[in-house]
């Protein structure tokens, strides 16, 4: 009788066990840690540039490839139109930066992200991981500023972004530009940002973007996505 009992015990604990385990979702894979590491490509992250660019080798990385790309011209597409620009060979720094990341399409992965009617229109950034990863690689390096007295703030000219604070050398944003869309006088942005160059055809496109909607961080509702590349 105890046996018999015992068996039909032992019956029921393995069936239940059976039960039990058919019921239990299979264990998760582990995701492996999506490390940056410099490849051509590793979890989807992409390597951009291999050169080793920081705002203390900027000025002497900057002065060699300018001798090399000597360019001053660039044509920047948007859905609602295109704009020639001419960078200032008076601007060497800031000319072959430009050239540089032009050339390696970074502003492609950059929109038109803050719009002042009446004053600017700034781009060169986005919210896309791709353009921050880029940013990363190189560094996010600072130019030295280059101020120059034959280049005023004017409409149609193009001017690099920078931080005000902690910034007592007024050193640019390398990957951060405006546009003065303004007909106004702006001389007060004079020695404070600088002037790297102006659009010779094209600068209705400036006034369309201008009249966007934007939201309350002045950001356009409908992305104004660019892509730049070299003339001559």
């Given at each position: 009788m105890k046996s018999n009992?015992?068996?039909h015990y032992l019956k029921v604990v393995v069936f239940l066990c059976f039960v039990v385990s058919c019921d239990s979702p299979p264990p998760k894979k582990l995701k492996k840690q999506n490390t940056f590491?410099?490849?051509k490509k590793v979890h989807k992250r992409i390597i951009y540039t291999t050169d080793t660019i920081t705002?203390?080798?900027c000025e002497e990385f900057f002065t060699e490839y300018g001798k090399k790309n000597k360019e001053t011209k660039v044509l920047l597409s948007t859905r609602l139109g295109d704009m020639t620009i001419r960078l200032y060979e008076n601007t060497p720094l800031h000319r072959a930066s430009f050239i540089y990341l032009t050339k390696h399409n970074y502003f492609d992965t950059t929109c038109f992200y803050r719009v002042v009617p009446g004053f600017i229109v700034q781009g060169g950034n986005s919210d896309s991981d791709?353009?921050?990863e880029f940013r990363t690689q190189l560094n996010n390096y600072l130019l030295p500023a280059e101020f120059r007295k034959n280049r005023p703030h004017k409409r149609g000219v193009i001017a690099a972004a920078r931080d005000w604070e902690y910034n007592p050398e007024k050193r640019s944003s390398s990957f951060e530009f405006y546009?003065?869309?303004?007909q106004r006088d702006q001389s007060h942005l004079n020695f404070e940002h600088t002037v790297f160059g102006e659009i010779i055809d094209g600068i209705e496109v400036i006034d369309k973007i201008a009249a966007e909607d934007i939201d309350t961080d002045e950001?356009?509702?409908?992305?104004i996505p660019m892509k730049i590349k070299v003339l001559n």
């Open positions: 009992y015992f068996l590491v410099k490849k705002t203390e080798n791709v353009t921050t546009f003065i869309q303004s950001w356009p509702r409908n992305n």
